[in-house]
């Protein structure tokens, strides 16, 4: 999954991946997670996601990684918020924009999520994955959950809680992404690190296949 591809799908503004309303299975989770206010959420992938408004609303600061600069700057525009922008001191591709929602710190980074470190976005609580392990391919995966560990265990040793979303159909009848992920190999990437919890199970649907059986899964990772 190239950068290009995310890049000509925000251009065309085919992201119906973008939700206008909060994930209801966020709101009804995420006392499973028991955070005290303050805590700083980690958003990967996170687009223009209305999710990280709700997690503001919720007394949480949020951290979030998107590859696409436009997504960014649309986000706080539609929040009407000014950020400040400022480039990375190792890396100039990398920018980070900040901004103030509801009382709470919001700061996105502009950058692929693998050049990122834990010294770059800090310490940080819980991760709230809503759209990236689904969006990556197989062959990614592996990678990226252990990416995902390396930027959320703290100086203590200990790893930020994790709240974990995927969608479960017959691959073979659709490309991804988002791509279906079993229970399976929700064990192989993070079964070595974290007791996985499943939350819920539920019925669902993808736009671009609305007649195909789509289950989403709610996951603990702790």
């Known amino acids: 999954m190239n950068p290009e591809f995310w890049q000509k799908r925000w251009q065309e503004k085919r992201i119906g991946f973008n939700q206008s309303e909060v994930n209801p299975l966020l709101i009804k989770y995420w006392t499973e997670l028991n955070l005290l206010a303050g ?24 951290v979030g990684v998107e590859l696409v600069e436009s997504a960014v700057q649309e986000f706080f525009a539609e929040q009407n918020i000014e950020p400040s922008v400022h480039q990375h001191v190792r890396n100039p591709a ?61 100086v203590n040793k200990k790893a930020a809680v994790q709240l974990l979303l995927t969608l479960n159909y017959d691959q073979s009848k659709k490309d991804g992404p988002p791509f279906s992920i079993s229970h399976e ?26 007649e195909l059986k789509v289950t989403e899964q709610v996951w603990l990772l702790s």
């Open 39 to 62: 805590s700083r959420i980690f958003v990967p992938l996170c687009g223009k996601s209305i999710d990280m408004v709700w997690l503001t609303a919720q007394g949480h600061d949020v």
């Open 94 to 154: 990398i920018k980070c924009y900040q901004g103030q929602l509801l009382s709470q710190k919001v700061e996105i980074w502009v950058a692929d999520i693998f050049a990122l470190t834990f010294t770059d976005i800090g310490n940080i609580d819980a991760v709230y994955d809503k759209a990236a392990l689904i969006a990556l391919p197989a062959e990614m995966r592996s990678d990226y959950s252990e990416q995902m560990r390396q930027l959320s265990v703290d």
């Open 185 to 210: 190999q929700v064990q192989q990437y993070y079964g070595s690190y974290y007791q996985v919890t499943e939350l819920a199970s539920e019925p669902t649907s993808i736009g671009s296949a609305p």
